[in-house]
């Protein structure tokens, strides 16, 4: 995830906000416990609106502490695939445009296979407080259901689906 405002944008100086590369290399990582239940996420934050550098979160994540965090995007077990919907984040504070109409699930995630889903909003700091201005966030998220998490699944992966929910946010 990437966050920023309106002033870390640097769009009237010459700085310019650190930008994300699209995929990174995996740390080594293993799943104990039931797959269907926990996930291996890799999270490269740089959140400029916290003037914070860039950070990496690695490690297996239950469903419900995924979900609690990352209302956005969801996992269902569909037997042996998983079910991956992207739900409207924050609705009340969204200022960009959101498609109205998004199947549950997205689409369904075999063994081996990869995706990759991005999007991206502006979105209201406030929705009653005195502080109406605005953020920006983008969001990819890569995917694979594989019994091996190792470091290039993605730098030489093909994704069977690319999303892009990308939308003009200036």
């Known amino acids: 995830m990437h966050r920023w405002t309106k002033a870390s944008r640097g769009a009237d ?38 003037d914070e550098p860039v950070a990496v979160r690695s490690g297996p994540v239950t469903h419900e502490a995924w979900t609690q965090g990352h209302a956005s995007l969801d996992w269902r077990p569909r037997g042996k695939a998983m079910g991956i919907s992207l739900n409207a984040p924050s609705r009340w504070r969204l200022q960009t445009k959101w498609p109205a109409w ?11 296979e990869t995706a990759r889903i991005e999007w991206n909003g502006r979105f209201r700091y406030s929705l009653f407080g005195s502080n109406r201005s605005s953020y920006f966030e983008q969001h990819i998220y890569w995917l694979a259901l594989t019994d091996a998490a190792h470091p290039r699944l993605f730098l030489d992966a093909e994704p069977r689906k690319n999303l892009d929910y990308t939308t003009h946010i200036y």
């Open 13 to 50: 100086r010459s700085d310019r906000r650190p930008l994300l590369e699209p995929v990174y290399p995996l740390p080594e990582m293993a799943i104990e416990g039931n797959p269907q239940q926990v996930a291996l996420v890799h999270e490269v934050i740089a959140d400029c609106w916290a």
């Open 102 to 112: 998004l199947p549950s699930p997205l689409f369904v995630l075999e063994p081996e």
